[in-house]
């Protein structure tokens, strides 16, 4: 090799190694799980097995050698693209319009029972930081990290303990991205007891629906969902796959040449602008990419209907396999960054516990009595997909959904796929508000007082959408 690097050096071989672990973790949990009952009935994704799995392991490996087998940076990475990558990939994917009133109307109110939790979650978990703040000396405004861990899931809580750990007004919140990714990955863990509970109960009542055995295991497959019309073939000159990666990687790229030139800006103006604005900025890189992506899906689109572009690019079921392996390692690799040495602080765990404990029991309820409410006609469905997704991730509420419904045949799945701009659109404020509520004390308190009135606002949204179904 030229320059000062060889081919048996251990920084060429870094990353290769950090993956494959990664992955083999990943096939060693998806066989555990295969092979034992309980791991299977406890429907944890593998990625999240995995990730448990890495973590001990690493904690073992340190333990004899003194120190980690990754480089922490590298797992942080993954974590961070993951979650920009899994939403580009997402964003290009061709999408059917919403047929229907009532469709549309569902599609709405899920996007505010999202909405509802993650302002829900939000207070709640401020209210409980604030307290400890005052008791032990917890970081105050830690709180908010409860939607991004539960509702958001490992990419978000990584992004926002990040930056309140390194990039606040604030004293700086130790161990804050570990705190977040803790979260998040107890997430997971709440989501799997809660579903579970959920189904056995629906179980002991006879409900034919939870009987299906290996349901994770149904497919409806079709060739006609593989590859569509006019689409280019699967490998010529350059393979189909490279094409939906060269997509995906060159929406993200714009993405971040945008981010790259406001921070131009923002460091010209100093001050509020690089404490504040500059972290909101890249802790949206998910958001930002999946903007580009909708540009350059459009771009296509509009080609195509001039006879500019004479083939079909995008493939939808290639985009939603990329979508779910850059989720996946977004996933173990987060659980895998966890500083298990954070435990030994009480400010750390003590929070970290109440969290958990009380936004999984409040995640639960809420969504149960909304989705009865909004979607009588397939409330158990709604429920399983929105408590899965927001403790977890969407896929994990999906996980959840296909134990009853593994074909798809309600409109949950359909409702989850499609709320995502509405609740992009009524979250806004509450998103906005993650780079102020570290500033001061005083700003979390205003915070509070600004997420109270919005939850508010969004009961009153879902209150009316209820009355208006019961006319009907």
């Not at 950090?18 to 406890?42: D, E, H, K, W, Y």
């Not at 978990?125 to 005052?134: A, M």
């Not at 009987?211 to 699967?234: C, F, R």
């Not at 790229?253 to 460091?267: K, N, P, R, S």
Request: charged share 15%.
């Amino acid at each position: 090799m030229t320059g000062q690097m060889s081919f048996w050096d251990a920084e060429v071989w870094s990353f290769v190694v950090t993956l494959a672990v990664l992955f083999g973790a990943m096939l060693l949990a998806n066989a555990l799980r295969r092979q034992i009952p309980f791991l299977r009935r406890s429907l944890i994704p593998s990625s999240v097995l995995g990730g448990f799995l890495v973590l001990a392991a690493d904690a073992a490996f340190r333990a004899i050698f003194g120190h980690s087998m990754f480089v922490t940076s590298t797992l942080e990475a993954l974590t961070f693209h993951g979650l920009g990558l899994g939403f580009v990939a997402m964003a290009l994917r061709h999408t059917e319009k919403i047929g229907g009133k009532k469709a549309r109307r569902d599609v709405f109110a899920t996007s505010t029972v999202v909405v509802g939790s993650y302002l829900l979650q939000a207070l709640l978990g401020l209210i409980i930081t604030v307290v400890l703040f005052y008791a032990i000396g917890s970081y105050a405004a830690g709180g908010v990290l409860l939607p991004m861990g539960y509702g958001q899931g490992p990419g978000q809580a990584y992004n926002w303990g990040s930056i309140y750990q390194n990039y606040t007004e604030y004293p700086a919140f130790a161990n804050g991205a570990s705190f977040g990714l803790t979260i998040a990955a107890m997430g997971f863990v709440s989501a799997s007891v809660g579903g579970v509970y959920y189904l056995n109960r629906l179980r002991r009542a006879g409900d034919k629906r939870a009987q299906i055995e290996n349901a994770d295991e149904i497919e409806d497959l079709s060739a006609e969902m593989v590859t569509g019309k006019e689409e280019i073939p699967l490998s010529e000159s350059l393979d189909k796959l490279s094409v939906e990666l060269g997509l995906v990687f060159v929406s993200y790229f714009l993405a971040y040449g945008a981010m790259a030139g406001v921070t131009v800006l923002l460091d010209r103006a100093g001050g509020f602008a690089v404490n504040t604005v500059k972290p909101l900025i890249w802790g949206f890189n998910f958001l930002i990419g999946t903007v580009f992506a909708i540009l350059v899906r459009t771009c296509l689109e509009k080609g195509k209907k001039k006879g500019v572009v004479k083939r079909e690019y995008i493939n939808n079921f290639m985009l939603n396999r990329i979508s779910g392996t850059m989720f996946d390692i977004m996933v173990v690799a987060s659980i895998a960054a966890i500083n298990l040495s954070a435990f030994r602080y009480k400010e750390f765990w003590i929070p970290l516990i109440l969290l958990c404990t009380l936004g999984a029991v409040a995640t639960y309820f809420y969504n149960l009595r909304i989705s009865r409410a909004l979607f009588p006609d397939y409330a158990d469905e709604a429920f399983l997909s929105l408590y899965g997704m927001l403790t977890g991730t969407a896929s994990t509420g999906v996980i959840l959904l296909r134990e009853i419904d593994p074909l798809y045949e309600t409109p949950a799945s359909h409702n989850l796929i499609y709320q995502n701009l509405w609740a992009i659109v009524l979250g806004a404020p509450m998103l906005l508000l993650l780079g102020f509520v570290a500033r001061s004390m005083s700003w979390t308190l205003i915070g509070m007082g600004i997420i109270a009135v919005l939850l508010g606002i969004m009961l009153l949204i879902q209150a009316v959408l209820i009355r208006r179904a019961r006319k009907k």
